[in-house]
């Protein structure tokens, strides 16, 4: 294939800005911020997981003190109710029948009462965890809001540099011939990205292997406007005044 010695230096420029922009879409997938994200996200996971334990705990005790006090309210009402008959009866059996069972639930709303501010205790107690616990997920929530606006703010600045870049090599790819540019395009698939490269001091600058030998003499004796290719990595050659041949 023949082309320009100009139009040979071109493929460089588009070489070096597809090496950017593979560079910048690297940066982007790997930032730091992703693997701190993700940890994060597992933090908040193993958080929320936890708040819920300790608010189903909490609950739990919620509606074991709901039923106390439901116990306690019907054993008031009739200890009332006792009061009441015991004060409007004259019965001497009666009387002795309603101070007993007044006598029995009393003992019965003691009990109860002390159960009752042991159960208050352990709600006092579970509150607080979950307190604790919310105010963890709260942080980690801070902590996950301001590394994913850190993290948005790179990749909107690597966004705008790709952008920049894509339009740059837009231009130059638009002075390339198409048969050129097919062949470039071809062997930066084959090549993993690396398709063209300068030939200094005798070097390949794509794969830093030194031409010796014979294909030396072949890369020498080969017309400028002649497109040569590296006999080790297959990238264009490109030569200039720095190629020491």
Same mark, same amino acid.
């Given at each position: 294939? &023949? ?7 071109e ?5 070096a800005?597809? %090496? &950017?922009?593979?560079?910048i879409?690297h940066?982007?997938?790997s ?12 933090e ?19 509606t ?6 439901s116990?306690?309210?019907?054993v ?12 409007h ?6 009387i002795?029948a309603?101070?007993s ?7 019965r ?8 501010i ?12 979950v307190?604790?616990?919310t ?8 902590r ?6 850190a ?5 909107h ?11 740059d ?6 002075t %390339?011939?198409?048969d ?5 395009e ?7 990205g ?5 030939l200094r ?6 794969c830093?292997m030194? %031409? ?13 406007d002649e497109?040569i ?11 200039t ?5």
């Amino acid at each position: 294939m &023949k082309a320009s010695p100009l139009q040979q230096k071109e493929l460089l420029r588009l070489q070096a800005l597809d %090496i &950017k922009v593979l560079q910048i879409r690297h940066q982007s997938k790997s930032l730091a911020a992703h693997a701190e994200l993700a940890a994060l996200n597992r933090e908040a996971e193993a958080s929320r997981m936890k708040l819920l334990g300790r608010t189903g705990e909490l609950d739990d005790v919620r509606t074991e003190l709901g039923r106390i006090e439901s116990d306690v309210e019907v054993v008031e009402k009739r200890i009332s109710r006792d009061t009441d008959r015991l004060q409007h009866t004259s019965s001497v059996k009666d009387i002795q029948a309603l101070d007993s069972e007044i006598a029995s639930l009393k003992k019965r709303l003691f009990d109860l009462e002390e159960i009752e501010i042991a159960v208050l205790e352990r709600q006092e107690e579970h509150e607080a965890a979950v307190a604790v616990v919310t105010q963890e997920r709260d942080a980690i929530a801070e902590r996950v809001s301001a590394t994913e606006s850190a993290r948005d703010e790179v990749l909107h600045d690597l966004t705008r540099q790709l952008g920049e870049l894509t339009r740059d090599r837009a231009a130059v790819a638009a002075t %390339i011939p198409d048969d050129l540019a097919t062949l470039y395009e071809r062997l930066r698939i084959s090549g993993h990205g690396n398709a063209a490269a300068l030939l200094r001091a005798r070097t390949c600058s794509g794969c830093t292997m030194t %031409i010796t030998g014979s294909d030396l003499a072949d890369v020498r004796q080969a017309p400028a406007d002649e497109v040569i290719f590296c006999p080790d990595c297959g990238a264009v050659l490109v030569r200039t005044e720095e190629s020491g041949i």
